[in-house]
């Protein structure tokens, strides 16, 4: 081949794959997508916990920081099929029997079922105790909390997005509670209560078997489901460690993590 020939063909091939040179970068689908969007629901039914306010301003910063939008409200006609649409996840800070219609309670549920996100916090266990499709989704039921003092918490699974940047054992000031309904062999238990930190005849206490879980995850359908029993408290809440907490189980129900 003439050696012009073959030159100008080098310079067509090397054209045709770039001759090494760093491809374009991509738009990847986590840049093109938009951020999750969450619905926080604070209605209070029953008992009116004084953290509430401080979670209301709090959650929606956890968010921002940890790339998905929060959307406060106490308005539960966010939870009618129209309402729920813009939504990627729910989050609960409820107590009581909340005045949902059965209809939206069906629509609720099957909204979750199809692929969307359930987070429970503290009080959701005390919730809802009518509705028994509810205590099997959120995976039990509010039976007291004998204890609110300091307490050591088992990090039971240290990969967990939610509890993978927690000490172990964790050491907080909160109120513990206990569950009943409740199936360890049901849910994969995050968080749990280091019974030899507490009084085990302090009053009110039930479970005999010595196992008090205050963290786990569960699916339901094709969604997913992130319980934490604690929050009672404003320190709670203001501690980055329980903020990484909430987060990392919010991320999880999203499937960013």
């Not at 050696?3 to 770039?18: N, P, Y």
Request: with cysteine; charged share 25%.
């Amino acid at each position: 081949m003439p050696r012009l020939a073959f030159v100008l063909l080098s310079a067509i091939v090397c054209l045709a794959v770039s001759c090494g040179a760093p491809e374009p970068r991509r738009a990847t689908p986590d840049a093109e997508a938009p951020r999750p969007k969450v619905l926080y629901l604070t209605h209070s039914a029953g008992f009116k916990h004084d953290v509430v306010p401080l979670s209301m301003r709090l959650l929606p910063e956890i968010g921002r920081q940890h790339g998905f939008d929060v959307v406060v409200t106490k308005d539960l006609t966010f939870l009618s099929p129209e309402g729920l649409k813009p939504y990627d996840a729910v989050v609960f800070y409820t107590t009581g029997e909340l005045p949902l219609s059965e209809e939206d309670k069906r629509t609720f549920l099957a909204w979750l079922r199809a692929g969307k996100g359930f987070v429970g916090i503290h009080s959701a266990t005390d919730t809802f105790y009518q509705w028994p499709e509810y205590g099997e989704m959120i995976g039990g039921y509010f039976d007291g909390h004998p204890w609110h003092e300091e307490v050591a918490v088992r990090v039971e699974d240290r990969t967990h997005p939610a509890t993978r940047h927690l000490p172990d054992p964790w050491v907080l000031t909160d109120e513990i509670y206990q569950f009943r309904n409740w199936d360890r062999s049901t849910r994969h238990v995050l968080l749990s209560l280091d019974p030899s930190s507490v009084d085990l005849g302090a009053e009110g206490v039930k479970r005999t078997d010595r196992d008090f879980a205050l963290s786990w995850t569960s699916t339901y359908g094709e969604g997913r489901v992130f319980y934490t029993a604690l929050g009672h408290r404003a320190e709670v809440w203001e501690s980055p460690e329980y903020q990484r907490h909430l987060a990392g189980g919010i991320r999880w129900v999203l499937g960013v993590e």
